[in-house]
């Protein structure tokens, strides 16, 4: 036990003494009366003896042992920490909170009801916020090093026919066109690659870069690029891929991000740009490119119904789904439900 009551009614509480000056260490006890305290030897003879009030207590860690010291420097350690907060009056609120509670299980399931509120709720205003002070440096730096591993692993030259490039480019002037001069505040350009792996595919970059596979090129009318290119270009005008990114990457980093250290984690996914590929947009991140990409394209003077036609030729159940735009823009249903409502409201 502990400490043991003796006959003169005072309390003993078991545990190691070190003389002042000296690291030897004596079993002992220290017994405590009205307002004296002894320290006894094994051999119960008295080392030292103090007023109660002279008696040092330092505060309670945790469970590590506890430290008395006396007025003549000897050092006393127990592990009876319940006794000495009974009887010197040091107990204190705070650790009663360290003990387990039932209450505790209530404060854990606030804990991770807070955090998920945080992440449910939170995390979209501070992905906002980090796409806003994304500096533009950055983004384009996002692209090159995304065009890089690309030409590096998955991509080669274009090997499309020069008229044919100059017909799409023509395109793309007439898209651009349209944009509210006031919108402006991205660098949109095509790059043409191929890619044969990819299927008919288009993709954006975070900083206005539009990959258009030669596959796609030789296969969609004009009406059906301008769809295309115009719905990547809504991908940028949204943010899309710069929000994805920050999404996946989770909250801690969009916290770096915000106080300014972003680390070498943030700085591989935005200077590379290889977490692009792995990513998918939003269900409503792809309506509104489809919205952006149909408006602007009729605004143009293509049709927007033939960006249907396209999800069409691509949505048949002999589609490898690893190809073309079915890798990288899922759900085409709903989405042709959208378009065929802007049409009708157009």
């Given at each position: 036990m502990?400490?043991?009551?003796?006959?003169?009614?005072?309390?003993?509480i078991q545990?190691?003494?070190?003389p002042?000056l000296s690291?030897r260490?004596?079993?002992?006890?220290?017994?405590?009366?009205?307002?004296?305290?002894?320290?006894?030897?094994?051999?119960?003879?008295i080392m030292?003896?103090a007023?109660?009030?002279d008696?040092?207590i330092?505060?309670?860690?945790g469970q590590?042992?506890r430290?008395?010291?006396?007025?003549?420097g000897?050092?006393?350690?127990?592990?009876?920490?319940?006794?000495?907060?009974?009887?010197?009056g040091?107990?204190t609120?705070l650790?009663?909170f360290e003990q387990?509670h039932?209450r505790?299980?209530?404060v854990?399931?606030?804990c991770?009801?807070?955090a998920?509120?945080?992440?449910?709720?939170?995390?979209?205003a501070?992905?906002?916020m980090?796409?806003?002070?994304?500096?533009?440096?950055?983004?384009?730096a996002?692209?090159?090093?995304m065009?890089a591993?690309?030409?590096?692993?998955?991509?080669e030259?274009?090997?499309?026919?020069?008229d044919?490039?100059?017909e799409i480019?023509?395109?793309f002037?007439h898209?651009?066109?349209q944009?509210?001069?006031q919108d402006q505040?991205?660098?949109y350009r095509?790059?043409?690659?191929h890619?044969p792996?990819?299927g008919?595919?288009a993709?954006a970059?975070p900083?206005?870069t539009?990959?258009v596979?030669?596959?796609?090129a030789e296969?969609?009318?004009?009406?059906?690029?301008?769809?295309?290119?115009?719905h990547?270009?809504?991908?940028?005008a949204g943010h899309?891929?710069?929000?994805?990114?920050y999404?996946?990457?989770?909250?801690?980093v969009?916290?770096?991000?915000l106080v300014?250290?972003?680390?070498?984690?943030?700085e591989d996914?935005?200077?590379?740009g290889n977490?692009?590929l792995s990513?998918?947009?939003?269900r409503?991140h792809?309506?509104?490119a489809?919205?952006f990409?149909a408006?602007?394209?009729?605004q143009?003077g293509?049709?927007?119904?033939?960006?249907l036609?396209?999800?069409?030729?691509l949505d048949?159940p002999?589609?490898d789904?690893a190809?073309?735009?079915l890798?990288?823009?899922?759900?085409f249903?709903?989405?042709?439900r959208?378009?065929?409502?802007?049409?009708?409201l157009?």
């Amino acid at each position: 036990m502990p400490f043991i009551r003796s006959s003169q009614g005072s309390i003993s509480i078991q545990g190691r003494a070190y003389p002042p000056l000296s690291s030897r260490e004596i079993r002992a006890r220290l017994a405590v009366g009205q307002d004296q305290v002894w320290l006894i030897d094994p051999g119960q003879r008295i080392m030292t003896q103090a007023g109660l009030m002279d008696v040092k207590i330092e505060p309670r860690l945790g469970q590590a042992e506890r430290r008395i010291i006396l007025p003549d420097g000897t050092l006393f350690l127990t592990d009876a920490h319940d006794t000495v907060d009974d009887l010197l009056g040091t107990r204190t609120s705070l650790h009663g909170f360290e003990q387990f509670h039932p209450r505790l299980i209530a404060v854990a399931l606030a804990c991770i009801l807070g955090a998920w509120a945080v992440w449910k709720y939170g995390l979209s205003a501070l992905v906002h916020m980090a796409v806003w002070l994304t500096p533009g440096p950055v983004v384009s730096a996002m692209d090159q090093g995304m065009l890089a591993s690309m030409d590096r692993v998955m991509s080669e030259p274009s090997q499309l026919d020069l008229d044919r490039q100059a017909e799409i480019l023509k395109i793309f002037d007439h898209l651009q066109e349209q944009i509210d001069p006031q919108d402006q505040s991205h660098d949109y350009r095509i790059a043409f690659r191929h890619m044969p792996r990819m299927g008919p595919n288009a993709f954006a970059l975070p900083g206005g870069t539009i990959i258009v596979t030669d596959t796609l090129a030789e296969t969609a009318s004009a009406d059906a690029l301008a769809g295309v290119i115009g719905h990547e270009m809504g991908h940028v005008a949204g943010h899309h891929g710069l929000k994805q990114v920050y999404r996946s990457v989770g909250g801690y980093v969009l916290i770096s991000m915000l106080v300014g250290d972003t680390g070498p984690m943030l700085e591989d996914a935005l200077l590379q740009g290889n977490l692009i590929l792995s990513l998918s947009y939003s269900r409503t991140h792809e309506l509104q490119a489809d919205t952006f990409g149909a408006t602007l394209s009729h605004q143009a003077g293509y049709d927007p119904d033939a960006l249907l036609d396209f999800f069409d030729s691509l949505d048949l159940p002999e589609q490898d789904g690893a190809s073309g735009w079915l890798s990288t823009h899922p759900g085409f249903e709903e989405r042709k439900r959208n378009l065929r409502l802007l049409d009708d409201l157009q």
